[in-house]
């Protein structure tokens, strides 16, 4: 079974579309993340959520906006796609409130294009 | 606010030879320290992390970190690479407030 599954794994689209990401985790974490690996491979956070309460929005731009329905659920939403949305989105997820969480499982990614 | 470097950008080295990356953070509270890897079109995988304890600690697929406090420093090492280690190496830090903050990566290359 697939820890941290995210959908699609691919997504090419053109500027000005508006696309969604999906990500869900059977692991029982109570805390949920989606990070950005740009073209230089580098990874930022973006949002994290922890029992569906958002408690990290790093500045990103408004058109980026996560939903969590559940615990286990995690999507971010994109609107007015711009060439440099391209990117990998991690989802990952991780225990606990505490600051001492096991480690970060991490999904596959989803490599967004844009065009 | 905290972070992360790594010393090298892309390592190239051969089959059998010693690996060690730098990694240094910048935060002076009680951290947590990980270092990921990812192979070639996949996602991170957790190789070791240190919460508390034995400052050396070992990972899987014969990888090993050292934790130096007062130089805040998590060095990653391998005594022998083989070719399917080539991948991006990242360091992270948490440091209590459930952000997981990335170095730059370390791309290494294994020649056969």
């Known amino acids: 079974d697939t820890a941290v599954s995210q959908t699609p794994k691919y997504l090419v689209t053109q500027m000005g579309n508006d696309k969604s990401i999906k990500c869900e985790q059977n692991?029982?974490?109570?805390?949920m993340y989606w990070y950005k690996q740009d073209s230089k491979k580098f990874l930022k956070i973006m949002f994290s959520y922890n029992n569906k309460e958002l408690i990290i929005n790093e500045t990103v731009p408004n058109r980026f906006s996560p939903k969590s329905p559940d615990k286990a659920h995690l999507n971010l939403h994109i609107n007015s796609l711009e060439l440099g949305d391209s990117a990998v989105y991690f989802c990952?997820?991780?225990?606990?409130?505490?600051?001492?969480?096991?480690?970060?499982?991490f999904g596959s990614g989803t490599r967004l294009t844009v065009v | 606010a905290q972070s992360v470097s790594q010393h090298n950008h892309h390592v190239i080295l051969s089959e059998a030879a010693s690996l060690e990356l730098g990694c240094n953070y910048s935060?002076?509270?009680?951290?947590?320290l990980f270092w990921y890897v990812q192979y070639p079109g996949q996602h991170l995988q957790l190789l070791l992390k240190?919460?508390?304890?034995?400052?050396l600690v070992k990972g899987i697929k014969g990888f090993e970190a050292e934790f130096i406090k007062s130089k805040f420093s998590f060095n990653l090492r391998k005594p022998s690479v083989q070719w399917s280690d080539t991948a991006e190496y990242f360091c992270a830090v948490n440091a209590g407030d459930y952000k997981l903050s990335f170095g730059a990566g370390t791309t290494v290359t294994v020649r056969a």
């Open positions: 240190y919460f508390s304890g034995d400052p």
């Open positions: 692991l029982g974490h109570d805390t």
């Open positions: 990952a997820s991780s225990r606990g409130r505490q600051s001492r969480p096991y480690g970060y499982t």
């Open positions: 935060y002076g509270g009680t951290v947590n």
